[in-house]
């Protein structure tokens, strides 16, 4: 059973716009929470967390929005640009130690020109 | 650079050999680990070394032996695999302490080919 799911295998979003990127965990416990991009042939790239104390964490163009109660968080790229098209992970934690984190199946964002 | 360094980027092998994937991290961080991502899987842990002392397999099959002979290097050796093996290879290191988690950085990946 997934502990940490990416229910959008793919989404497609045109340049300019918002992309939105959708994660959902199971286990009451996680309390720390990363996104990972993935461009082909290299490993995942740290890219933006948040703790449960927060309910939103922004850098730039990227922004982490969570809802404990919903067990949800999402990923907003605003304005979403081609270089960000990538395969997106959603990640959790019981602790915030960097040890046992759950990953979601990954979601591929398309922006398109 | 990354930071973190994984040979060889591809590998194919017998399922009869004897190999080895190799990590190197240049970042002083004090914790490894060796990730599996297989096709349309979420990544998956195998090992992790925690000041060089393995703390979680995972119940990662026995062909499957991680070493780690000091805190910048982790090495997992690959005998009589299965094609089912046949996946994308992660090593990622972190700094771990008390007060908070720097986050992981990963290696580019060994893509492994069993036939």
């Known amino acids: 059973d997934q502990q940490v799911k990416q229910n959008s295998p793919s989404l497609s979003v045109q340049e300019g716009r918002i992309s939105i990127l959708n994660c959902d965990y199971t286990?009451?416990?996680?309390?720390?929470f990363l996104w990972y991009k993935k461009y082909p042939a290299e490993g995942p790239t740290f890219l933006i967390s948040i703790s449960s104390i927060k309910d939103k964490n922004e850098d730039g163009r990227f922004t982490v929005f969570l809802n404990k109660s919903a067990k949800h968080l999402s990923l907003h790229i605003v304005p979403s640009q081609p270089g960000d098209s990538a395969v997106y992970f959603c990640?959790?934690?019981?602790?915030?130690?960097?040890?046992?984190?759950?990953f979601g199946p990954g979601t591929r964002l398309s922006v398109l020109p | 650079e990354t930071g973190v360094t994984q040979t060889p980027r591809h590998l194919v092998m017998g399922m009869t050999n004897k190999k080895s994937l190799k990590c190197e991290q240049h970042?002083?961080?004090?914790?490894m680990y060796w990730y599996k991502q297989s096709a349309k899987k979420p990544l998956e842990l195998m090992f992790v070394?925690?000041?060089?002392?393995?703390?979680e397999n995972n119940s990662v099959p026995s062909r499957f032996s991680p070493e780690c002979p000091n805190s910048s290097h982790l090495f997992l050796h690959l005998h009589t695999l299965q094609p089912e093996d046949s996946a994308l290879y992660l090593c990622?290191?972190?700094?771990?302490?008390?007060?908070?988690?720097?986050?992981?950085?990963f290696g580019s990946g060994t893509r492994l080919t069993v036939v």
């Open positions: 286990n009451s416990m996680f309390d720390y």
């Open positions: 970042l002083g961080h004090n914790a």
């Open positions: 990622a290191s972190s700094q771990i302490n008390r007060d908070r988690d720097y986050g992981y950085t």
């Open positions: 070394y925690n000041f060089k002392e393995q703390t």
């Open positions: 990640a959790a934690s019981a602790t915030n130690y960097g040890q046992n984190f759950v």
